[in-house]
């Protein structure tokens, strides 16, 4: 006999020993208390407790079903957890501001102003449309920084587009307001501060579109048939922006897209500070880590992305890291200042090669990205007394993988290029001490 035949024999068995007996279960129906105690019927039975809701660490709803498992859920186990996550879930990071970009004194009228207008910033943007993009350039550039990083949700592309080309042109001609020229109006700005915000509140697509809008060409009529329809041509809202911070919390960091930013950097080309920190490993398909496929010429599963989940552990593979940064080194090759804080994880993709098409594929440091000078390598994370020994160790390799990068990009520029200055981490004696420790008992 077959598991087949066995199986209906059961299903038999059951049909016939369940008979038309009903799977519902049966109610009783309730009275009032006054008729149950005339008939002297029992009282009904109180139903079953209901099950404790299951509640996250910040007091939401868990999803129904069983819980996850305890590995996917603590990152604080987790070899890529930062080093103070066991303190902070929210894994916010220490943010450098741009050198040289323009912030008004600590407790000053103008910064305390600009702070009480990005608190205030949902009544601010509509009561104040229409003086708002009329600002010197300095004040409107301090003002996006604000906004950016004070304002609950984030800056908006409605936002940006507000503060940097005024309201729309049919609010401007209700009110008989002049049109600004887009062309004079921001010659002045040249740094766009978005810490917090990009990846969050406005993506790099919509950045992208606000910054380089297509401006359609008036069709006036042409003295010839054989006259040349007139085209529209490129349009920059800020023609002289220099410095772009992108910088996003670790908590955000899935958002941001390096497939995005790769479009986004083919029209900056005068772009020479750049702020990425907090930036995920770079990938074009962040979400087919794990996935697979099957070949259609071997029938094997093979991995669907550049990155697989052990690439980097096992295999020491970087290619799709390496790809993506020489493709963005080809776009932004001015740049001269360019922080990477909170990106530990794959700094050895800076220093790394990949066999390419008949080439090896690595990062030049002395030709598209010749002219750093600065590159900032820190953690973005501060130990303390209390911090637990992976903490250390964990930061100890970001800083042992930041020296590495900084020796192999003086190796390159040996002779032929500029001086760059690498700043990194440093641990203190008693951590230093820790690292010793441990390194000396893996030797034993």
């Known amino acids: 006999r077959s598991v087949n035949q066995i199986l209906a024999d059961l299903r038999r068995t059951s049909l016939k020993q369940n008979g038309t007996s009903s799977n519902f279960p049966v109610t009783t129906p309730t009275v009032p208390p006054s008729i149950r105690q005339i008939l002297q019927i029992p009282e009904t039975p109180a139903p079953a407790p209901r099950r ?19 590995s996917w859920v603590s990152l604080a ?19 450098w501001p741009l050198p040289g970009i323009y912030s008004p004194a600590d407790g000053s009228f103008v910064d305390q102003l600009l702070r009480r207008m990005a608190l205030d910033w949902e009544q601010q943007r509509h ?25 609950g949700p984030g800056i908006s592309v409605n936002d940006l587009r507000l ?21 004079k109006l921001n010659e002045d700005i040249f740094c766009l501060d978005l810490s917090g915000s990009a990846g969050r509140s406005i993506s790099l697509k919509e950045l992208n579109e606000l910054l ?34 992108l910088a996003v919390e670790p908590g955000n960091a899935p958002a941001a897209s390096w497939k995005q930013l790769l479009s986004l950097a083919t029209k900056l080309h005068t772009i020479t500070h750049l702020d990425l920190s907090g930036w995920p490993e770079p990938s074009l398909t962040p979400n087919a880590k794990f996935a697979k496929v099957a070949s259609s010429l071997t029938g094997r599963s093979v991995q669907y992305g550049g990155t697989g989940p052990y690439s980097h552990n096992l295999d020491g593979d970087w290619s799709e890291a390496i790809l993506v940064l020489k493709r963005l080194s080809k776009s932004l ?10 990106c530990g994880d794959w ?40 911090s637990s020994k992976g903490q250390i160790l964990r930061l100890a390799d970001w800083i042992e993988s930041a020296t590495a990068v900084e020796r192999h990009i003086r190796a390159q ?10 700043e990194k981490d440093t641990l203190t004696d008693g951590a230093k001490a820790v690292v010793e420790t441990e390194r000396r008992r893996l030797m034993f």
């Open 52 to 70: 404790s809701l299951r509640l996250h660490a910040h007091g939401r709803r868990a999803p129904p079903g069983p819980p996850p498992p305890r």
């Open 77 to 95: 186990q987790s070899r890529h957890a930062p080093a103070d996550l066991g303190k902070d879930l929210a894994g916010h990071i220490q943010h």
């Open 127 to 151: 009561w104040n449309q229409f003086y708002l993009y009329t600002l010197p350039g300095q004040l409107r550039t301090a003002l996006i920084s604000c906004v950016s990083e004070l304002y």
């Open 163 to 183: 503060i940097l080309s005024g309201p729309p042109d049919e609010e401007l001609a209700q009110y008989e307001v002049e049109k600004p020229d887009l062309n």
């Open 212 to 245: 380089h809008p297509q401006i359609a060409a008036e069709t006036d009529l042409q003295e010839s048939w054989d006259a040349p329809e007139p085209v529209s041509g490129p349009f920059k809202l800020l023609p002289n922006l220099t410095q772009l911070s």
């Open 333 to 342: 090759y001015s740049l001269e200042y360019l922080d990477l804080t909170g």
């Open 347 to 386: 700094f050895p993709a800076l220093r790394k090669e990949a066999d390419g098409d008949f080439t090896i594929d690595f990062v030049d440091w002395v030709g598209d990205w010749g002219k750093i000078t600065t590159l900032r390598l820190c953690s973005g994370y501060a130990l303390s007394d209390d």
């Open 413 to 422: 520029r040996s002779g032929r290029g500029r001086w760059i200055t690498v």
